[in-house]
Structures are given as structure tokens and as C-alpha cells.
T-cell receptor, first 117, second 113 residues
Framework: GDSVTQTEGQVTVSESKSLIINCTYS????????LFWYVRYPGEGLQLLLK?????QKGSSRGFEATYNKEATSFHLQKASVQESDSAVYYC??????????????FGEGTQVTVIS | EAAVTQSPRNKVTVTGGNVTLSCRQT?????MYWYRQDTGHGLRLIHY???????QIGDVPDGYKATRTTQEDFFLLLELASPSQTSLYFC????????????FGPGTRLTVL
């Protein structure tokens, strides 16, 4: 089946520095998946950060960007200058274009980002 | 603003105990989902539903039952809880469509002693 891999379980970065969180996927079914980044702030549920459903396109939100790279099967999340408020757990996820209408998601393990001042 | 609530937020039970986790959404969404989150794993889908009375099996269903009583309410049942079910449980809802945004509740932390 499909899978999503985030290689970094925890990342610590200084305020105003850049951040990159790696995400690669393996999609065993025919066709290209839809790709998402979700974020979970302390004590809250996950919320959608950005999504890209077309290969080659870039999504952006709140200063974060991710590009859907179908050749490398990657969807890395980047931010040029982080703030303490960006401390959270970030999840990469994919869903399938299927004949049905279910939005079933396959998640990566999550990356805990801690921004220090 | 979309809203998904879960209760209880924390629950401790013993092995063999009976637990019901509740989820309510006020988004008028058709789909609802139950996930579990464990260290070293992403969220894993337990069960989901596309409407009242409907139930679909997810990727890790063993040991769990679920019931969707109304469009708003989705319950997860652990009839004989085991320590392996100690986890953080999330409920979510979404509209139709395979790239629809999912809206998540705040989670229920379950500990099975």
C-alpha cells in the first residue's frame, strides 16, 4: 500500500533561521496522490497547513511552502524564517484519487519542531 | 468555524475494561474518522463512516468497534481493552471528495493499565 516517510522525528531550530522537514512517499497504486501537510499545536487537534493535488505545483500558507515533486516522490516543507509560534508537530500525508469519494489519508510519523529563542 | 469535539479528553481503564470514546461534529460533514496516534507511527485509521448507520473498516480495526448514530455523532468502542490500545485517539470529519480537508478534534488520551 501507500506509505509516507518523514526522516526527522524531532528538529530544533533557532528563531529566525530556516526550516526544512523532509517528506517522501511511496504510492503503489496507479496515478498520482494528493499531498498534504497538517500541523498539530500543543493541546489541539491537527489542522490543515497546505495541500497540493497537482504534480509540479507548489502550495504555501503562513510562510510555509512545499512543492509536489513526482520524480523524487517528495513533498518537503520549508520556511525561510521560523518563529517560536511555529513550534508544533508537522505531519505529511497523502490521499488517493479513487473511484470513491473517501478522503482517506495516509500519514507520516510526524516531526516535532521546537523553535528556540 | 468547523468544530469537532471529543470526550473524554483523558481516560484511564484497566485491562478487560469497556471504553467508549465519543466524537461530535457540527460541520454538517458526511465523513467521520477515528485514528490512533502512537510514537513512531503516523496517525493510523481505525474506522470511518460516510453517514449515519454506515461503517467502513480502516487499516487497524482489530479490537475496535464503531458506530455512527447520527450525522453528528461517531463512537469508538473498546469492549475488552488491552494495554496495546493505550494511545492518543483523534476523531475527524470531512466533506465529500478525496482531497477534502479533514477537521480534527483535540484528541483523547487513553491509558489501559
Amino acid at each position: 500500500g501507500d506509505s509516507v516517510t518523514q526522516t526527522e522525528g524531532q528538529v530544533t531550530v533557532s528563531e529566525s533561521k530556516s526550516l526544512i522537514i523532509n517528506c517522501t512517499y511511496s504510492a503503489t497504486s496507479i496515478g498520482y496522490p494528493n499531498l498534504f501537510w497538517y500541523v498539530r499545536y500543543p493541546g489541539e487537534g491537527l489542522q490543515l497547513l497546505l495541500k497540493v493535488i497537482t504534480a509540479g505545483q507548489k502550495g504555501s500558507s503562513r510562510g510555509f511552502e512545499a512543492t509536489y515533486n513526482k520524480e523524487a516522490t517528495s513533498f518537503h516543507l520549508q520556511k525561510a524564517s521560523v518563529q517560536e509560534s511555529d513550534s508544533a508537530v508537522y505531519y505529511c500525508a497523502l490521499s488517493r484519487h479513487t473511484g470513491g469519494l473517501s478522503g482517506k489519508l495516509t500519514f507520516g510519523e510526524g516531526t516535532q519542531v521546537t523553535v528556540i529563542s | 468555524e468547523a468544530a469537532v469535539t471529543q470526550s473524554p479528553r483523558n481516560k484511564v481503564t484497566v485491562t478487560g475494561g469497556n471504553v467508549t470514546l465519543s466524537c461530535r461534529q457540527t460541520n454538517s460533514h458526511n465523513y467521520m474518522y477515528w485514528y490512533r496516534q502512537d510514537t513512531g507511527h503516523g496517525l493510523r485509521l481505525i474506522h470511518y463512516s460516510y453517514g449515519a448507520g454506515n461503517l467502513q473498516i480502516g487499516d487497524v480495526p482489530d479490537g475496535y468497534k464503531a458506530t455512527r448514530t447520527t450525522q453528528e455523532d461517531f463512537f469508538l468502542l473498546l469492549e475488552l481493552a488491552s494495554p496495546s490500545q493505550t494511545s492518543l485517539y483523534f476523531c475527524a470529519s470531512s466533506d465529500w471528495g478525496n482531497y477534502a480537508e479533514q477537521f480534527f478534534g483535540p484528541g483523547t488520551r487513553l491509558t489501559v493499565l
